[in-house]
């Protein structure tokens, strides 16, 4: 069965917070150029040829996985994982739309340069 999945419904029954932080990530994304939002079962994939971050929604904030070609070191990164010789998976928390700092739209920036 084919299940079609919206935006929209990702933000059921969370604070409002969670939907006005993911509008801050997804204003910075589209700041870079051209992005897709491609709504699946358990995110929300930001997509510029190929998807550059993964957006989860929790109750009161998001888990935002981006890719890198380094590892990146910093605490705000609660897990990372080696995919491949040159690329690196990390999941950062963001609870707020003041989150969406100058240092995650630099993270964001190399994910969407990898992903063209």
């Given at each position: 069965?084919?299940?079609?999945?919206?935006?929209?419904?990702?933000?059921?029954?969370?604070?409002?917070?969670?939907?006005?932080t993911?509008?801050?990530?997804?204003?910075?994304?589209?700041?870079?150029?051209?992005?897709?939002?491609?709504?699946?079962?358990?995110?929300?994939?930001?997509?510029?040829k190929?998807?550059?971050?993964?957006?989860?929604?929790?109750?009161?904030?998001?888990?935002?996985?981006?890719?890198?070609?380094?590892?990146?070191?910093?605490?705000?990164?609660?897990?990372?994982?080696?995919?491949?010789?040159?690329?690196w998976?990390?999941?950062?928390?963001v609870?707020?739309?003041?989150?969406v700092?100058?240092?995650?739209?630099?993270?964001?920036?190399?994910?969407?340069?990898?992903?063209?």
């Amino acid at each position: 069965m084919n299940m079609a999945y919206s935006v929209k419904d990702h933000f059921a029954n969370k604070e409002p917070e969670v939907k006005a932080t993911y509008d801050a990530i997804v204003k910075a994304a589209k700041q870079l150029g051209t992005v897709k939002e491609e709504a699946k079962k358990t995110s929300i994939h930001l997509v510029r040829k190929s998807a550059f971050a993964g957006v989860a929604t929790r109750r009161n904030g998001l888990i935002l996985t981006l890719k890198s070609e380094v590892e990146v070191e910093n605490s705000r990164i609660h897990r990372r994982e080696k995919a491949s010789a040159s690329r690196w998976y990390f999941e950062v928390r963001v609870d707020s739309p003041v989150a969406v700092d100058s240092e995650l739209k630099a993270w964001l920036k190399a994910s969407y340069e990898i992903s063209g």
